[in-house]
């Protein structure tokens, strides 16, 4: 799969009309933006992460699909979205598959609808101990 057809996939999983003002790069099962001019760095760094290969967004995609996305959103209110930020996950949610998170319209991340629950997917390394 290419750049394109990713883009492509994620915009018509979250009903979205997102357009990357920059090049997109997969490097093994993650999508990356560059937005940036020609450097050696780019060599070795592929810009900012924002969504995988199986359709999940890391909370910057989340941010930049999360504008325009009109199908696979769920919308939390502002205790759950504390929860969400300590990793927790969150429960009563019907469905299943990955799902944008919003709260007050604003999307916040990204996690996976199972047995009821919305399983957070944040990394450790993202989450705070509010």
Same mark, same amino acid.
């Given at each position: 799969?290419?750049? &394109? *057809? ?8 979250? #009903?979205? *009309?997102?357009?990357?003002? #920059? ?56 205790? &759950? ?6 990793? *927790? ?15 007050? &319209? ?25």
């Amino acid at each position: 799969m290419d750049e &394109q *057809e990713l883009l492509g996939r994620l915009n018509e999983y979250y #009903g979205s *009309e997102y357009k990357p003002d #920059g090049n997109l790069t997969i490097r093994g099962e993650k999508l990356f933006l560059y937005t940036g001019g020609a450097t050696k760095l780019h060599a070795l760094w592929r810009g900012l992460h924002i969504a995988n290969t199986d359709l999940s967004l890391t909370i910057e995609g989340a941010q930049l699909f999360g504008k325009t996305a009109k199908k696979n959103t769920v919308i939390v209110s502002k205790e &759950q979205a504390e929860k969400y930020y300590c990793g *927790e996950d969150l429960s009563g949610f019907v469905g299943s598959g990955f799902v944008l998170i919003k709260t007050r &319209q604003r999307p916040i991340g990204c996690g996976r609808i199972e047995d009821g629950r919305i399983v957070n997917i944040l990394p450790g390394s993202r989450t705070s101990g509010l």
